[in-house]
């Protein structure tokens, strides 16, 4: 953009000045114009250093022209030269002068002379000719672009609404990056998210911005905009990303809807159906008293790891299903210890009415380490076996 910007700058003011030069050098630059249309560069930059110029406004139109070549060669640092040269000559005027010395700030930054060019960017913003009325805009941004390059990001914030007034209270991705990025880096959480409902205004299918609106509310502490956000973007088109649904499923928990974050965590892809993704979405379901939905979810854990049969055992349990509870307990060795385990074959035979079974768990449980508990079952085991004897 730069670069068309300055060649056309160049093509603009050309004319004019042509007026005002020797009949010799008005000649020459025509000559050197037209190598140039004729992809000879090189020719046209030969031709105007072989010039024998005496007059100062032809030396500073020659210089000029010089400059534009030279940086359509590619040689940034001789066209910075020649038109430096043209600028300190002081032969330019008005609108003229203000044109030359805009390319002038736009080749330092483009060679990343950021100071250098800020110096003369600010008087141009300050001294815009009417008929160049429409560049203040494209000024401003350039002096957003170099703090920003400098790292300095109050003075980028600062130049916005010059920028903005200049582009009549409107504003481009361009000048919105520039100040959002200068937001982030000085950690104005809360400036940020107008700036990024401006860019999603301008741009609703980038999804870089709806990302970072809902990061932004995540440091905010604003779950539920956080939430929104990422619904909204969702119902735009915009796909979400397995982290990011993760994101979601996590406000959902912390705002104290169980039930929404399990189902987030379900609709992950099958890829990212883990051991330990499908047993933090058997708990959510659990939390939303979702009991059948728990027991699904345990159950796939428990497949990919035995450890998880620990869990689907208590949750058959609670559920009633001892029978199956009892064959899950059997293989959860990997999730409890042996004494948790045995107390909960207790519970169950004790359910199932197979007392013989319940006490001879019992005295596992004994075995391994006795305490109260134990000896309260084994006690009220024993009186339900000669009950049942008698």
Known sequence: MLKRLIFTLALMFALPAAAQLSP????????????????????????????????????????????VFYWQYGNNDKA????????????????????????LADLLLIDGQYAAA???????????????????????????????????????????????RAMNNTATVSALSLKLGAQLQLEQWRGAPPTLKALIALEPDNKQWWRQLAANYVRL???KNAISTYLLAKRKGIAL????????AQLYANV??????????????????????LAQQASLWQQAREWSQAISAWQLAAKKESQYHWQLALMQIQQGDYQQALTSLDRAEKGASKKDIA????????????????????????????????????????????????
């Open 24 to 67: 010799s050098v008005a000649l020459s630059i025509e000559k050197a114009q037209a190598l140039e249309q004729a992809s000879k560069l090189g020719e046209a930059i030969a031709l105007l250093n072989k010039l024998n110029v005496k007059r100062d406004f032809d030396k500073a139109f020659v210089d000029r022209a010089l400059g």
């Open 80 to 103: 910075i030269v020649h038109i430096k040269r043209a600028v300190d000559s002081e032969q330019l005027q008005d609108a003229q002068a203000w044109q030359t010395k805009r390319m």
């Open 118 to 164: 800020l110096q003369y960017y600010y008087p141009l913003a300050r001294s815009v000719p009417k008929e160049k009325s429409e560049q203040a805009e494209d000024v401003w941004l350039r002096i957003m672009q170099a703090h920003y390059q400098r790292e300095q990001w109050q003075k980028v914030l600062a130049a916005y609404p010059d920028y903005e």
């Open 221 to 223: 502490e604003q779950p």
């Open 241 to 248: 990303e397995p982290s990011e649904q993760r994101t979601v």
């Open 256 to 277: 104290g809807v169980p039930e929404r974050a399990a189902k987030w965590l379900k609709g992950l892809p099958e890829s990212e159906q883990d051991a330990q993704t």
């Open 343 to 390: 107390l909960a074959k207790v519970q169950a035979y004790y359910k199932l009415n197979q007392f013989d079974h319940a006490l001879e768990q019992a005295k596992v449980a004994q075995r391994i380490s006795p305490d109260d508990a134990v000896e309260s079952w084994l006690t009220f085991l024993k009186k339900r076996q000669k009950m049942q004897q008698s």
